[in-house]
């Protein structure tokens, strides 16, 4: 027998009973690894901080708070007839009002632009200072501050919401749960409520939701916007900004290394370790290990591990870093907002400007400016009456029998202004037509009037001769003032059937 074939002691051959044994503790194993690979969630406690980044997250949050909840209570004159909530989405009617603004459905690409306008002026904001819209205006970033700050008046700082946890049920605790769980239901309802005011008269829906008279699909709503403020900014918290938030992910290709983020200086902390008061600095560096950047993350992360998915740029870290600085008698800014570029000029001991201008902010910048301007020339131009020209498709064309060709086009003559408007139907592009409006005594006579905030609907007939063309050609066809001050066209096309 071969020597390689002789099987050792360390080498006998599985049999069929260990061959299933070995199968089994793998298969054991492998459901145990799956098992791991959903982590329960962690709750998160951050320990309230005093500083620069906490006092500009409370002023940013009262300034938006106060604009969400003041804003439809805001009242502005449009004249008889007309609401005068200064924002409103009226969606009996259909208008959009905003304060001197009135946008008509027809008129949805100014939302558009308007998204458009953000969404540039977002990417800009990222390129240049991170996540900064993160760490400050995002919704859920203004509801969860608010609403551990109800959870720290009630059960206190990080430290004793801890204790609270571990405790044992009692009258105590329960009550600190009810009255906490309580005023974040009273602000969730609130923040439902007030979005559904920029739908609805403020006063009036105010009135109607507290007597029970408001309609059941404004009820429904406030629940539903309810449960979501109070689930996600309660108990989903950061698992929003790491799970459910696309931005992270995008957020990668905006920035570069010019961007700013919140930074810890590791040149300058490593290696750390803890302090004793008298001690030398000499050989290590200034970060002690005392875990307070970690104690404050709202995101339950250490910045000193670098740049992480999870950082929204809030600075919490910074000021929890800076406190503890101030008590060592050491510099501030071991955290800090700083580029990866500005690090390593910081290293080499080169001057540290910030570079703003670079050329993904440049793009950005000339990007958004042509939009708004696109969009600041089509409110200038924007006129009162407005025309859309929809063409009958079945028959495509009617031949009279004296071999004449006619269209027929329904014409909806939109007038935004607050007066009746005299107008005359128009027709280009078709030597020879001759138009007449069905229903109109006599009816080749072109005039209409359309009273203010209205619509008028017509029907317009187009005849040629027989020999007036090919068989299809564009023509546009609208409405001009007697006076000339206003013309509004739009393109169609008439067909013939001609070869």
């Not at 459905?105 to 458009?116: D, S, T, W």
């Not at 280009?428 to 072109?446: E, I």
């Not at 619509?455 to 005849?463: D, F, G, H, M, P």
Request: net charge positive; proline share 6%; charged share 20%.
């Amino acid at each position: 027998m071969d020597a390689s074939a002789t099987p050792d002691a360390g080498t006998r051959p599985i049999t069929h009973a260990a061959e299933g044994v070995v199968r089994s503790d793998v298969e054991a194993v492998n459901s145990a690894v799956r098992r791991t690979l959903y982590k329960a969630r962690e709750p998160i406690y951050p320990k309230s901080v005093k500083g620069t980044f906490r006092r500009i997250k409370w002023a940013v949050m009262a300034v938006l708070l106060a604009i969400y909840y003041i804003v439809p209570f805001l009242r502005f004159d449009r004249g008889l007839g007309k609401p005068d909530q200064a924002v409103l989405v009226d969606l009996d009617r259909p208008r959009l009002y905003f304060f001197w603004l009135e946008l008509w459905p027809q008129e949805i690409y100014f939302l558009a632009g308007l998204l458009i306008l953000a969404a540039l002026a977002l990417f800009l904001f990222t390129a240049l200072f991170g996540r900064v819209w993160c760490g400050y205006a995002c919704p859920q970033t203004v509801w969860t501050d608010l609403y551990i700050a109800v959870e720290n008046w009630i059960e206190g700082d990080r430290g004793a919401r801890i204790r609270l946890a571990k405790e044992p049920w009692s009258a105590k605790k329960l009550g600190k749960r009810l009255a906490k769980h309580a005023i974040w239901l009273i602000i969730a309802v609130a923040t439902g409520g007030a979005w559904v005011l920029y739908f609805y008269d403020a006063p009036t829906f105010v009135v109607e939701f507290f007597t029970g008279t408001a309609p059941l699909m404004a009820y429904a709503f406030v629940a539903g916007l309810t449960f979501t403020t109070y689930t996600l900014a309660g108990f989903m918290r950061e698992q929003v900004c790491t799970y459910m938030c696309p931005w992270p992910r995008i957020q990668g290709a905006m920035v570069d290394a010019e961007s700013i983020s919140v930074t810890y200086l590791k040149a300058r902390g490593e290696p750390r370790g803890r302090h004793k008061k008298g001690a030398s600095w000499d050989g290590r560096g200034d970060c002690i290990d005392c875990n307070q950047c970690v104690a404050a993350c709202p995101m339950g992360i250490d910045i000193r591990d670098g740049d992480q998915l999870e950082c929204i740029n809030c600075g919490l870290c910074i000021d929890a870093c800076d406190e503890v600085m101030d008590k060592i008698e050491r510099p501030r800014g071991l955290i800090t907002y700083e580029s990866h570029a500005g690090v390593e000029r910081r290293r080499k001991g080169a001057p540290n400007a910030i570079r703003f201008i670079r050329t993904r902010t440049v793009f950005y910048a000339i990007v958004l400016a042509a939009v708004g301007l696109v969009m600041l020339a089509a409110l200038i131009e924007r006129t009162p009456v407005g025309i859309a020209v929809l063409r009958d498709r079945n028959p495509l064309f009617v031949r009279l029998s004296n071999g004449d060709i006619r269209n027929a086009y329904t014409i909806k003559i939109m007038n935004r202004g607050d007066v009746p408007v005299a107008l005359t139907l128009t027709a280009t592009g078709l030597p020879g037509a001759v138009l007449t409006v069905a229903g109109h005594t006599p009816a080749n006579d072109l005039a209409l009037t359309v009273a203010p905030d209205e619509i008028r609907a017509v029907r317009l007939l187009v005849t040629v001769p027989p020999d007036a063309g090919p068989a299809s050609r564009d023509i546009a066809i609208g409405v001009a003032s007697t006076d000339g001050a206003i013309t509004v066209t739009n393109d169609t096309v008439f067909m013939s059937g001609q070869p």
